[in-house]
C-alpha cells in the first residue's frame, strides 16, 4: 500500500522566496534518497503563511529508510540546515494518509 506524507508548513508570509528555493532544492535529494516528491504548493491568493510539500512512499517502512539517506544525503544535510539558518519555515504538520480505493 502505498502512503503519502503530507506536510503542512506555516511559513514566514514576506520570505516567500526562500521557502519557494528550498522547496526547488529537494527535487533532486527526495528521489535519490528514495522518495516519490508529487510536488510543492506555495500561497498564492488568500492565506499567505501556509505551504504544502506531499511525498509518496512504498510503506511506512521505506519512509524510515528513506528519512536515514535524507539526513545523512549531503545535500539534504545542508538544505535542513538552510531553513533552520534562515527561518522562513514556522511550523511543519506531518501526517500519513493512504488513498481511499
Keep these: 500500500m502505498t502512503i503519502t506524507l503530507f506536510i503542512q508548513y506555516k511559513i514566514d508570509p514576506f520570505r516567500h522566496d526562500e ?12 528521489p535519490r534518497c528514495g522518495g516519490d ?4 504548493w506555495m500561497p498564492h491568493e488568500g492565506t499567505r503563511d501556509i505551504a504544502y510539500c506531499l511525498i ?18 549531503k545535500e539534504g544535510a545542508a538544505n535542513f540546515q538552510s531553513a533552520v539558518d534562515g527561518r522562513f519555515i514556522l511550523e511543519e504538520n506531518r501526517s500519513f494518509l493512504r488513498q481511499v480505493e
Design 19 to 30: 521557502f519557494e528555493a528550498y522547496a526547488q532544492r529537494w527535487f533532486e535529494s527526495v
Design 56 to 73: 509518496n512512499f512504498e510503506s511506512l517502512a521505506a519512509y524510515e529508510t528513506y528519512r536515514a539517506k535524507i539526513k545523512a544525503d
Design 37 to 40: 516528491l508529487l510536488g510543492y
